[in-house]
T-cell receptor, first 114, second 111 residues
Framework: DTGVSQNPRHKITKRGQNVTFRCDPI?????LYWYRQTLGQGPEFLTY????????KSRLLSDRFSAERPKGSFSTLEIQRTEQGDSAMYLC????????????FGQGTRLTVV | GQNIDQPTEMTATEGAIVQINCTYQ??????LFWYQQHAGEAPTFLSY????GLEEKGRFSSFLSRSKGYSYLLLKELQMKDSASYLC????????????FGKGTKLSVIP
């Protein structure tokens, strides 16, 4: 079991650029989540996939954010026209079928927008 | 709306016992989770309560009172490696699969 894997671990980008992050969940987990965490705060929900279907999106997720999970395996999170306020740790988590919150988190991608 | 409150910081002595409280007001409730997060690392699952009462797991125990919207995490025989942030999270259910997290309690264990 290799756990939840996220790439890249760190990303520095200029304001206005697009960035894409990848998450590989634990292979037998069919549920995948994206969260965002800023310093001194708890993780904040962004979106949820069950297999390949995106079933829930936070109202906080602006049109600049899009997530996909083709074939129900890995997932990508893209941020277009990045802003300084997008600087945060982006966490991916997965749970097994039937699991609720015992989520297994990846190490995260730390995004810095300069 | 969803509101989860926990103290921002706590300090305790190695070998002692510490209790971290969490109160919540959420639109639904289908379970409360505690996660541990060391600085710069991913959160890791500690415990899950869905019914009232105490759940014990080694040095860690978690308590839930649904009528009071209250939980606590009890850490016994504190070790230096327990210095971390402890996150309380509520699963509301009712068609939503997201966890709503509190801001976390930063615990510092001192010699």
């Amino acid at each position: 079991d290799t756990g939840v894997s996220q790439n890249p671990r760190h990303k520095i980008t200029k304001r206005g650029q697009n960035v894409t992050f990848r998450c590989d969940p634990i292979s037998e987990h069919n549920r995948l989540y994206w969260y965002r965490q800023t310093l001194g705060q708890g993780p904040e929900f962004l979106t949820y996939f069950q297999n390949e279907a995106q079933l829930e999106k936070s109202r906080l997720l602006s049109d600049r954010f899009s997530a996909e999970r083709p074939k129900g395996s890995f997932s990508t999170l893209e941020i277009q026209r990045t802003e300084q306020g997008d600087s945060a740790m982006y966490l991916c988590a997965s749970t097994p079928r039937g699991g609720a919150g015992e989520a297994f988190f990846g190490q995260g991608t730390r995004l810095t927008v300069v | 709306g969803q509101n989860i409150d926990q103290p921002t910081e706590m300090t305790a002595t190695e070998g002692a016992i510490v209790q971290i409280n969490c109160t919540y007001q959420t639109s639904g409730f289908n379970g409360l989770f505690w996660y541990q997060q060391h600085a710069g690392e991913a959160p890791t699952f500690l415990s899950y309560n869905v019914l009232d009462g105490l759940e014990e797991k080694g040095r860690f125990s978690s308590f839930l009172s649904r009528s009071k919207g209250y939980s606590y995490l009890l850490l016994k025989e504190l070790q230096m490696k327990d210095s971390a942030s402890y996150l309380c999270a509520v699963y509301s259910g009712a068609g939503s699969y997201q966890l709503t997290f509190g801001k976390g309690t930063k615990l510092s264990v001192i010699p």
